[in-house]
């Protein structure tokens, strides 16, 4: 089946700084691409879409400048976490989408990010 | 917004009983369903579908239900099993699976020996 990966799984930053999480569709091409949030015991919440070789189209309520999105081919997008904060502090999982007439939809395994 | 929501925020249930998971959805123009099992510190892993021109469709211990009258979906998992105990999220979206996802709340389920 389709496999989305995710880098790195964790990552514990300090205040300030930037962390950017890779998101890989490993053995199919992805059309678009998908950047969700979610806070513990909580469900998943979408940031953005993310579709290649264009501008991401973020959900209301998301700053586009701080959580920057990148999808620069059909296997890769990453997202960009600016001056971190530790409200950042979240679960963020990606999901890809591969084309064709069904357009199923396979999300990775997500990452843990820890801002100190 | 419209959204997706749960009835029960935790569902405990014994080894080898079946396990109803409920689903309340509020936009008449999705016209398709995904059941997602989430593990701790994992993605969503995927279950099963069922589009709105159906009313029930069954896999592998699992059965979906929807009546899109009241708007409400299910998830039924026969002879539940230490391996089922996982939050459940209910997902809708119009036209097809790779399109925009909206979750429900979630539905922790407990497995008890």
């Known amino acids: 089946g389709a496999v989305v990966s995710q880098h790195p799984s964790w990552v514990i930053c300090k205040s300030g700084t930037s962390v950017k999480i890779e998101c890989r569709s490993l053995?199919?091409?992805?059309?678009?691409m998908f950047w969700y949030r979610q806070f513990p015991k909580q469900s998943l919440m979408l940031m953005a879409t993310s579709n290649e070789g264009s501008k991401a189209t973020y959900e209301q309520g998301v700053e586009k400048d701080k959580f920057l999105i990148n999808h620069a081919s059909l296997t890769l997008s990453t997202l960009t976490v600016t001056s971190a904060h530790p409200e950042d502090s979240s679960f963020y999982i990606c999901?890809?989408?591969?084309?064709?007439?069904?357009?199923?939809?396979?999300f990775g395994p997500g990452t843990r990010l820890t801002v100190t | 917004g419209e959204s997706v929501g749960l009835h029960l925020p935790t569902l405990s249930v014994q080894e080898g009983d079946n396990s109803i998971i409920n689903c309340a959805y509020s936009?008449?123009?999705?016209?398709?369903f995904i059941w997602y099992k989430q593990e701790s510190g994992k993605g969503p892993q995927f279950i099963i579908d069922i589009r709105s021109n159906m009313d029930k469709r069954q896999g592998q211990r699992v059965t979906v239900l929807l009546n899109k009258t009241v708007k409400h979906l299910s998830l039924q998992i026969a002879a539940t099993q230490p391996g089922d105990s996982a939050v459940y999220f209910c997902?809708?979206?119009?036209?097809?699976?790779?399109?925009?996802?909206?979750f429900g709340g979630g539905t922790r389920v407990l497995v008890k020996p």
């Open positions: 936009n008449s123009a999705s016209d398709y």
């Open positions: 053995d199919f091409q992805a059309t678009t």
């Open positions: 997902a809708e979206t119009k036209g097809a699976a790779g399109n925009k996802l909206t």
């Open positions: 999901s890809a989408s591969l084309a064709g007439p069904v357009r199923e939809q396979y």
